[in-house]
C-alpha cells in the first residue's frame, strides 16, 4: 500500500511538471495503470482469504485486464494523435520549403554559392599565375645572370689567350732581333778580320 502511494505522488508529481496535454494525458495513464496494478494486488490478496478463491482471482484478473485494455486504446489514441501531428508538422514544412519566397530564397543562396566559389576558384587561379610569373621571373634573372658570368669568362679568357698570344710573338720577335743582331757582329768581324794568305801556286 505504501509503495502504491508513493508511486502515485511521484506520477503525481511528474504530472503536475507535463508541458503539453499529450504527456499529461501519459503520465495520467500510466498513474492509472500502477493504480491498477496496485489495486489488483489487493484484490488478489483479498481473494486468498475467501472459500472460492480461483473464482475471486479470476473475476479479478478480468476486470484488471478489461481496464488495462482500456488504458492501452486511450495510448493508442495518444500516439495515433502523435503521429497525425507529427505528419502535420512534417507536411507542413515541406509546403514551407515549396513557398515561393522559401524557393527563392534558396535559389539566391545557390546561385551565391555558385558565385563565390567561382570568385574562389578564380582567386586561386590568379595566385597560381602570379606564383608561376614570378618563377618565371627569377629564372630569366638568375639565367640572364649566368649569361653575364659566361660573356664575362668568355671575354676574359679570350683576353688572357690575346695577351698569351702577344708574348709569344714579343718572345719570337726578340728571338729574331738577337739572331739579327749575331749575324750582324758576325759579318763586321768577318770584315775586320785581316785578309787570308794567298795560296801557293800549284807546282809544274
Not at 505504501?2 to 496535454?21: D, E, F, N, P, R
Amino acid at each position: 500500500m505504501k509503495k502504491w502511494i508513493v508511486s502515485a505522488l511521484l506520477l503525481a508529481s511528474c504530472y503536475g511538471h507535463a508541458q503539453t496535454s499529450s504527456d499529461a494525458e501519459r503520465l495520467r495513464i500510466s498513474a492509472e495503470r500502477s493504480k491498477l496494478e496496485a489495486a489488483g494486488a489487493l484484490e488478489d490478496s483479498a481473494c486468498y482469504q475467501r472459500f472460492l478463491v480461483n473464482s475471486c482471482l479470476e473475476e479479478v484478473k478480468v476486470r484488471r485486464r478489461d481496464a488495462l485494455a482500456d488504458l492501452r486504446r486511450q495510448e493508442i489514441v495518444l500516439n495515433d494523435q502523435a503521429r497525425k501531428a507529427k505528419a502535420a508538422e512534417q507536411l507542413q514544412k515541406i509546403q514551407d520549403k515549396l513557398a515561393p519566397e522559401k524557393l527563392q530564397q534558396e535559389a539566391d543562396k545557390r546561385a551565391q554559392d555558385v558565385k563565390d566559389y567561382a570568385d574562389r576558384m578564380a582567386r586561386d587561379r590568379q595566385k597560381t599565375a602570379d606564383r608561376e610569373a614570378l618563377q618565371a621571373g627569377e629564372k630569366a634573372k638568375s639565367e640572364a645572370a649566368s649569361a653575364r658570368l659566361k660573356s664575362h669568362q668568355d671575354k676574359e679568357s679570350a683576353r688572357i689567350a690575346k695577351q698569351a698570344a702577344a708574348a709569344e710573338e714579343l718572345k719570337k720577335y726578340n728571338q729574331r732581333q738577337e739572331q739579327a743582331k749575331e749575324r750582324q757582329a758576325r759579318y763586321a768581324k768577318d770584315q775586320a778580320s785581316p785578309a787570308k794568305t794567298a795560296a801557293k801556286p800549284l807546282p809544274a
